[in-house]
């Protein structure tokens, strides 16, 4: 999804009045946790509370709207960066500043079924795909598979 700066500002002021924001998911970097047209509710963000594995929501420079998995963050340049990646990603997301960030994910609504990250299950494919990188290899082998089976 692309977005301006104006945008990029209301979504934070949102997000900061209402103490929430929801965004249909796109593509299929997440998968399986987030598929397509999965509806994810964000909460404001809080740095003291970040942790490993993480999903946070965050903008490029170039406009894009991403959810990813939060892996570290390392103080270059002078500025502390945040490393994220995809799950089905093969690589990280290019570092991303702090005033980037627009929330933290807190659920997902998945056809009738709203999941939590912190369930059980979710959190225990984070830490998996976390120690398995091997496991986003498969991710994207299983879905380029799929796609050219479609076509």
Known sequence: MLIDNETVMLLKSVILKDGWLELPSMGNSMFPFIQQGNICRFAPFELSIIKKGDIILFHTPNGQLI????????????????????????????????????????????????VSPDDQVSHLWGKMIIVFPALSFILRKYLNRNIHLQY
């Open 67 to 114: 959810a990813h998995r939060y892996y570290k963050k390392e103080r270059m340049e002078n500025k502390v960066q945040f490393f994220c990646k995809g799950d089905a990603n093969l690589g990280f997301d290019q570092p991303i500043e702090y005033n980037q960030i627009l929330g933290k994910l807190i659920s997902v609504q998945k056809g009738r079924k709203k």
